[in-house]
């Protein structure tokens, strides 16, 4: 302990020493504060918090206990200049540490001055500012303390308004109710610069481009009344003529082709006319029909701003450009008139990209996962965007493979996407002014999970079963396997569109998907239903969700964020999916013959909402609602494998791994891949997150997140896994953690924390009277690590 203090000591001895660089006269600046007199009647909490963020807060950093540290190693480097010029004759510029800031008396009376205008601008027109300069001697260091008396504020008496053009005045008459300046309201800077602003954005509206908040004067008059002004509002006399009159587009000129910095070449491209467009380009990446399309603007309308917008963001929509330029140019002699120049850089037409790396999940499987894309941004030159991807990975069981039932698994996929940034409907051309950017969807895709299982190891089953071949087949050989596959094949057509930046709307009304298992004989055929999502049948003709699935699915999504209009205080995110599925079933019987067909008609709905709460600059407070349901309009929902709902992970409740949850109570059987629990029609999560902005670079959050996933009448009968609300909190699994965020500029990456507190399958797992090895491994309520990219909600 002696020691300790006797290194405290000498540091802050150290960082005391810093006064002896300091030259003679000078005062280290500690900063400023300021307080706000006024009558007991007057509020004034608002105006000291503006007064205190216009101080001047570029102070030196001292370090409690050590000091100024940093102004301590600036002199100390400075010294190692001097001594040894040579050595830093390539960077005599170069400093560590922190230069001094010094006080200066000029800028204490400037920041007076300051603080009786920003009181002024608030109405306080009755004001007296000064200020004590607190010196310590000893520490060579200066704070400043700021007193400013105020009176009442004063009062808006009346609003006119004196318009010398007649058009102006005709405009701006019109939307006078909307104001933001009231007969009553205190005088406010900032609420007549904002009224500026709007005059401004009211009349680009109507077309006058070069309309500038500038453009108006007010005038105030404070003598008569008590504490009262009227305030007279004008156009300045040296305005611009433009600046008065509504701008028509006389012509518009395209470079789709061109390279930003070469400006010699455009006068020779070749020309061609399309709609209103004048096109010029050589090897356009586009054909001029599809240009057209993407042009709100039109030749012989006056500007528009909002068609403006719309533009660039069909233009951008395209996927086809890495620069999008609209320039407005004025034509000569004329004071009414503009031509639109649009300059565009196409982006590569082709690419082809691709990631090798390694997957692990929680039940120790382990291997090689690859990922590989192809890109054709402009396929028949309409900007279709055309990828083919595709994803492998194969694992296997990284451990005693002699204790493993399924020792190794794989999946194998391939999609093929067409996105057309337009309908193909009939009479698209009336469609097209109505939205702001649609397209048109196809997509084909297929997937093989593969899994390969250690016959011995289910011996069990294959006696319960009656499963004699497999029997045989195990004595004769215990190390015998079997392989079971999952066939999927999606295949969708449909449209999105935008008609306001925060909604977007899909809807697919062509969506098939078919589920097909692949076995070798009926007794593996069996095993896998036993295995499977449902409970095995001896009923050769029951449905089992290990079936042939051809299901129908027409769905619709809606997207609203508020986070993309701007910045605001309070944002809401919002996607509700729709669909209707005829799920069309054909049980595989005896010597794997299709059986009569099975229906099951159910809707699925699925809603995620979410709420982002900027508390200031660096604090969120974010909170998540996730549900979703697919309920029977049948007798039962049977939902295929790849429409059932799974909990846990990095996006989810991160104390629990992905399907280690649920349905219900239903306890995790360990490396058995086609497993009862996991999955489940009914699914509800709520997430809680508060982050916390420490640097540019590092993000803290605390969080907790709750949830599971239920059974509902997915069976003739009732089952203990279905969905019941006196059961509800009990079954919900809860965790609780803290998170750090690393903001690489390019993405997010992420380490989460994450303890559970509830664990739903507690009880049965201390209850079960089963070997253990088939109940899965003892609760495990420590920490569990989550690395991941990007936010989880």
Same mark, same amino acid.
């Given at each position: 302990?002696?020691?300790?203090?006797?290194?405290?000591?000498?540091?802050?001895?150290?960082?005391?020493?810093?006064?002896?660089?300091?030259?003679?006269?000078?005062?280290?600046?500690?900063?400023?504060?300021?307080?706000?007199?006024?009558?007991?009647s007057?509020?004034?909490?608002?105006?000291?918090?503006?007064?205190t963020?216009?101080?001047d807060?570029?102070? #030196?950093?001292?370090?409690?206990?050590?000091g100024?540290?940093?102004?301590?190693?600036?002199?100390?480097?400075?010294?190692?200049?001097?001594?040894?010029?040579?050595?830093?004759?390539?960077?005599?510029?170069?400093?560590k540490?922190?230069?001094?800031?010094?006080?200066?008396?000029t800028? %204490?009376?400037?920041?007076?001055?300051?603080?009786?205008?920003?009181?002024?601008?608030?109405? =306080?027109?009755?004001?007296?500012?000064?200020?004590?300069?607190?010196?310590?001697?000893?520490?060579?260091?200066? *704070?400043v303390?700021?007193?400013?008396?105020?009176?009442? /504020?004063?009062?808006?008496?009346?609003?006119?308004?004196?318009?010398?053009?007649s058009?102006?005045?005709?405009?701006?008459? +019109?939307?006078?109710?909307?104001?933001?300046?009231?007969?009553?309201?205190?005088?406010?800077?900032?609420?007549?610069?904002?009224?500026r602003?709007?005059?401004?954005?009211i009349?680009?509206?109507?077309?006058?481009?070069? %309309?500038?908040?500038?453009d108006?004067?007010?005038?105030a008059?404070?003598?008569?009344?008590?504490?009262?002004?009227?305030?007279?509002?004008?156009?300045?006399?040296?305005? /611009?003529?433009?600046?008065?009159?509504p701008?028509?587009?006389?012509?518009?000129?395209?470079?789709?082709?061109?390279?930003?910095?070469?400006?010699?070449?455009?006068?020779?491209?070749?020309?061609?006319?399309?709609?209103?467009?004048?096109?010029h380009? %050589?090897?356009c990446?586009?054909?001029?029909k599809?240009l057209?399309?993407?042009?709100?603007?039109?030749?012989?309308?006056?500007?528009?701003?909002?068609?403006?917008?719309?533009?660039?963001?069909?233009?951008?929509?395209y996927?086809?450009?890495?620069?999008?330029?609209l320039?407005?140019?004025?034509?000569?002699?004329?004071?009414?008139?503009?031509?639109?120049?649009?300059y565009?850089?196409?982006?590569?037409?082709?690419?082809?990209?691709?990631?090798v790396?390694?997957?692990?999940? *929680?039940?120790?499987y382990?291997?090689?996962?690859? @990922?590989?894309?192809?890109?054709?941004?402009n396929?028949?030159?309409?900007?279709?965007?055309?990828?083919?991807?595709?994803?492998?990975?194969?694992?296997?069981?990284?451990?005693?493979?002699?204790?493993?039932?399924?020792?190794? +698994?794989g999946?194998?996929?391939?999609? %093929?996407?067409?996105?057309? /940034?337009?309908?193909?409907?009939?009479?698209?051309r009336?469609?097209?002014?109505?939205?702001?950017?649609s397209?048109t969807?196809?997509?084909?895709?297929?997937?093989?999970?593969?899994?390969?299982?250690?016959?011995a190891?289910?011996?069990?089953?294959?006696?319960?079963?009656?499963?004699d071949?497999?029997?045989q087949?195990?004595?004769?050989?215990?190390?015998? +396997?079997?392989?079971?596959s999952l066939?999927?094949?999606?295949?969708?057509?449909?449209?999105?569109?935008?008609?306001?930046?925060?909604k977007?709307?899909?809807?697919?009304?062509?969506?098939?998907?078919?589920?097909?298992?692949?076995?070798?004989?009926?007794?593996?055929?069996?095993?896998?239903?036993?295995?499977?999502? #449902?409970?095995?049948?001896? *009923?050769?003709?029951?449905?089992?969700?290990f079936d @042939?699935?051809?299901?129908?699915?027409?769905? =619709?999504?809606?997207?609203?964020?508020?986070?993309?209009?701007?910045?605001?205080?309070?944002?809401?995110?919002?996607?509700q999916?729709?669909?209707?599925?005829?799920?069309?079933?054909?049980?595989?019987?005896?010597?794997?013959?299709r059986?009569?067909?099975?229906?099951?008609?159910? /809707?699925?709905?699925e809603?995620?909402?979410?709420?982002?709460?900027?508390?200031?600059?660096?604090?969120?407070?974010?909170m998540?609602?996730?549900?979703?349901?697919?309920?029977?309009? +049948?007798?039962?929902?049977?939902?295929?494998?790849?429409?059932l709902?799974?909990?846990?992970?990095?996006?989810?409740l991160?104390?629990?791994a992905?399907r280690?949850?649920?349905?219900?109570?239903?306890?995790p059987k360990?490396?058995?891949?086609?497993?009862?629990?996991?999955?489940?029609?009914?699914?509800?999560?709520?997430?809680?997150?508060?982050?916390?902005?420490?640097?540019?670079?590092?993000?803290?959050?605390?969080?907790?997140?709750?949830g #599971?996933?239920?059974t509902y009448?997915?069976?003739?009968?009732?089952?203990?896994?279905?969905?019941?609300?006196?059961?509800?909190? #009990?079954?919900?699994?809860?965790?609780?953690?803290?998170?750090?965020?690393?903001d690489?500029t390019?993405l997010?990456?992420r380490?989460?924390?994450?303890k559970?507190?509830?664990i739903?399958?507690?009880?049965?797992?201390?209850?079960?009277?089963?070997?253990?090895?088939?109940?899965?491994?003892?609760?495990?309520?420590?920490?569990?690590?989550?690395?991941?990219f990007?936010?989880p909600?």
């Amino acid at each position: 302990m002696g020691r300790l203090l006797l290194i405290l000591t000498a540091i802050t001895t150290m960082g005391c020493n810093v006064t002896r660089f300091l030259p003679p006269g000078e005062y280290l600046y500690r900063g400023a504060s300021v307080s706000v007199e006024a009558p007991d009647s007057v509020d004034v909490a608002q105006l000291e918090t503006e007064l205190t963020a216009v101080l001047d807060q570029n102070t #030196n950093q001292k370090i409690p206990l050590i000091g100024y540290r940093n102004i301590w190693r600036y002199y100390k480097f400075e010294e190692k200049k001097a001594k040894k010029p040579e050595k830093y004759a390539d960077d005599p510029d170069e400093t560590k540490g922190e230069e001094p800031i010094f006080f200066r008396e000029t800028v %204490a009376e400037g920041l007076t001055n300051l603080l009786e205008n920003r009181a002024a601008n608030n109405g =306080y027109f009755e004001h007296e500012a000064s200020y004590t300069v607190d010196t310590s001697e000893q520490d060579r260091e200066v *704070s400043v303390d700021y007193t400013i008396t105020v009176n009442s /504020p004063y009062s808006l008496d009346t609003v006119r308004h004196f318009w010398s053009d007649s058009s102006v005045a005709r405009i701006l008459d +019109s939307v006078q109710q909307e104001s933001l300046l009231s007969p009553g309201d205190q005088y406010d800077l900032d609420a007549i610069k904002a009224e500026r602003q709007r005059w401004q954005q009211i009349l680009k509206q109507q077309g006058y481009f070069y %309309a500038n908040a500038n453009d108006f004067l007010f005038l105030a008059d404070t003598v008569q009344g008590d504490r009262e002004v009227k305030m007279l509002a004008k156009i300045k006399t040296d305005v /611009p003529v433009e600046h008065l009159k509504p701008q028509r587009i006389v012509d518009i000129h395209v470079y789709p082709n061109v390279n930003v910095t070469d400006t010699l070449s455009r006068a020779a491209m070749p020309v061609y006319e399309v709609g209103g467009l004048t096109i010029h380009c %050589a090897e356009c990446p586009l054909r001029p029909k599809i240009l057209d399309e993407g042009f709100a603007v039109e030749s012989g309308l006056l500007y528009d701003p909002d068609r403006h917008r719309k533009t660039l963001r069909r233009l951008a929509s395209y996927n086809t450009f890495r620069y999008i330029s609209l320039d407005y140019e004025e034509v000569p002699g004329s004071d009414s008139t503009l031509v639109l120049n649009a300059y565009m850089e196409p982006l590569p037409r082709r690419r082809i990209e691709g990631e090798v790396g390694l997957t692990y999940n *929680s039940a120790r499987y382990v291997g090689p996962n690859v @990922r590989l894309a192809y890109t054709n941004r402009n396929l028949l030159r309409g900007a279709e965007l055309f990828k083919l991807e595709g994803d492998f990975s194969y694992v296997v069981f990284l451990g005693n493979t002699e204790d493993i039932r399924v020792p190794r +698994s794989g999946i194998y996929g391939l999609t %093929a996407t067409l996105n057309v /940034p337009r309908l193909w409907l009939p009479k698209r051309r009336k469609i097209i002014p109505r939205v702001l950017t649609s397209g048109t969807v196809i997509s084909l895709g297929a997937k093989m999970e593969r899994l390969q299982l250690t016959l011995a190891k289910f011996s069990q089953e294959i006696a319960d079963l009656n499963l004699d071949d497999l029997e045989q087949i195990v004595e004769g050989d215990p190390s015998a +396997s079997e392989t079971v596959s999952l066939l999927q094949i999606k295949a969708q057509y449909g449209y999105t569109w935008q008609r306001r930046i925060k909604k977007t709307h899909a809807f697919n009304p062509l969506s098939v998907r078919l589920q097909d298992p692949v076995v070798s004989n009926e007794g593996v055929l069996r095993l896998a239903n036993n295995l499977g999502l #449902n409970d095995a049948s001896n *009923s050769a003709t029951a449905a089992s969700r290990f079936d @042939r699935m051809i299901v129908y699915s027409p769905n =619709y999504t809606l997207t609203y964020d508020t986070r993309l209009d701007g910045e605001d205080r309070h944002n809401f995110f919002w996607r509700q999916y729709l669909s209707m599925n005829l799920n069309n079933i054909f049980p595989l019987g005896e010597d794997l013959m299709r059986s009569e067909r099975i229906q099951s008609l159910y /809707p699925q709905l699925e809603s995620d909402l979410r709420y982002y709460h900027n508390l200031n600059r660096n604090s969120t407070l974010a909170m998540r609602l996730h549900g979703g349901v697919a309920y029977p309009i +049948s007798d039962r929902a049977i939902v295929p494998y790849f429409d059932l709902y799974t909990i846990g992970g990095p996006n989810s409740l991160r104390g629990f791994a992905p399907r280690q949850l649920g349905p219900g109570r239903t306890a995790p059987k360990n490396n058995n891949l086609l497993t009862l629990g996991g999955y489940g029609n009914l699914l509800l999560e709520t997430s809680v997150e508060f982050r916390q902005k420490v640097t540019p670079l590092i993000e803290l959050a605390a969080f907790v997140d709750a949830g #599971n996933i239920w059974t509902y009448k997915t069976e003739a009968e009732p089952l203990d896994t279905d969905f019941r609300r006196e059961a509800f909190l #009990n079954e919900l699994a809860m965790n609780y953690g803290i998170g750090f965020r690393f903001d690489l500029t390019f993405l997010i990456f992420r380490l989460d924390l994450a303890k559970p507190f509830q664990i739903p399958y507690e009880e049965t797992v201390a209850n079960f009277q089963i070997p253990q090895e088939f109940v899965g491994d003892p609760v495990d309520r420590s920490l569990r690590l989550v690395v991941a990219f990007g936010y989880p909600f």
